[in-house]
């Protein structure tokens, strides 16, 4: 198959590009003007220059393609609503249309778990409804899920919803890399009692279940949950991430009720300060403290999906790739309002293209 991945030089793409060239499939890439596109270049991989907010930057890439990967996402925090907006609702309209235009039979639309209403405890099915946090991303994620929804019933999109909960792995400076950062520097705290379950999930698996959607013939229309069911709490979850790292584990707890009150008047704050750096969100705070899970049981029965790697063997690899690329520990600067794969995080600024 001929495939366009858009998102093409974010951290996912960097894991489900090889894995489709292993099984033979040409890829092309869409990357932004100013996006570093070495390593695709490396690995063969046809550049197309364009923006999912320019349609007509999408025509020429998508020419003969048979599938399309939907990775490209606005994230981050506190970023103008409008920015989200025009890549995670507009851009993906875009590409869905121009998808129906060229003839794709196969869009694999990335979405997210954060979609969901947070904190409900009980393991989160495709069909409840949606309830984003007021929040940027998980808001525009939902508003492009339901467009995908609408133009399969309307417009006979041949498109599949695949929502992830967080992901990591080697290249994963956004979640993976933050959390080892603050552990080394003894900043990292436990929210709550820290006996939620926070979804936490390998990115193999994830391109698992994005080539299962891919390669399926009768999942046209469907939405699944792509995670790891066997969640960690969050406080073992930072304790094994600790060990792997020789850090120490956090002892600190702080109230999830104060600490969501606090990000709230934080937003408040650096909205009347016009400031894109609020101390602390509650989409953060919900992320990480809200007790999360999500069924894969559809996944399961239809797609044939089975997280293979262990949360401790995931950890392990991706601590290797963390020390063979950080001798110290860093502070990650702030990013650009630019697009990059889709990943689910709580911190921070909008990623750049670069992972």
């Known amino acids: 198959m001929r495939i366009l991945v858009t998102g093409a030089t974010g951290f996912l793409a960097q894991h489900l590009i090889p894995a489709l060239q292993k099984r033979g499939h040409t890829i092309r890439a869409l990357v932004l003007p100013s996006g570093d596109a070495t390593w695709l270049l490396h690995r063969g991989v046809d550049i197309y220059r364009g923006d999912v907010r320019q349609a007509n930057t999408l025509t020429q890439p998508l020419r003969d393609v048979d599938a399309v990967f939907h990775l490209a996402a606005a994230i981050g925090i506190r970023r103008p609503m409008k920015d989200y907006h025009a890549v995670n609702v507009i851009g993906t309209e875009h590409l869905c249309r121009a998808a129906l235009a060229a003839g794709v039979t196969r869009l694999v639309h990335v979405s997210s778990t954060s979609v969901y209403k947070q904190g409900l405890g009980e393991a989160v099915r495709e069909d409840f409804p949606l309830g984003p946090l007021p929040d940027p991303y998980p808001l525009t994620k939902a508003a492009g899920d339901e467009l995908v929804q609408r133009m399969i019933v309307e417009e006979h999109l041949p498109a599949v919803i695949i929502r992830t909960s967080t992901f990591f792995g080697p290249g994963d400076h956004l979640n993976f890399g933050r959390i080892v950062d603050r552990l080394l520097a003894r900043r990292a705290i436990i929210i709550g009692s ?119 063997e995931g950890i392990r690899l991706a601590a290797a790739w963390y020390w063979d690329n950080a001798s110290t520990p860093r502070v990650l600067p702030f990013r650009g309002s630019r697009i990059t794969d889709t990943t689910e995080e709580g911190a921070e600024g909008l990623r750049g293209t670069s992972p």
């Open 194 to 312: 820290g006996r939620n379950a926070v979804p936490f999930v390998y990115v193999a698996d994830v391109v698992q279940g994005l080539l299962l959607a891919l390669e399926h013939e009768r999942v046209e229309g469907q939405i699944y949950n792509i995670t790891d069911e066997t969640c960690p709490t969050q406080e073992g979850l930072l304790l094994e991430i600790a060990e792997q790292v020789g850090a120490r584990s956090p002892r600190i707890h702080v109230p999830y009720s104060i600490l969501f009150s606090a990000a709230y008047v934080a937003e408040r704050i650096a909205k009347l300060r016009q400031s894109e750096h609020p101390v602390v969100t509650r989409f953060g705070v919900a992320l990480y403290g809200a007790n999360n899970r999500y069924s894969i049981d559809k996944a399961r029965t239809e797609l044939g999906y089975e997280p293979r790697i262990s949360l401790r």
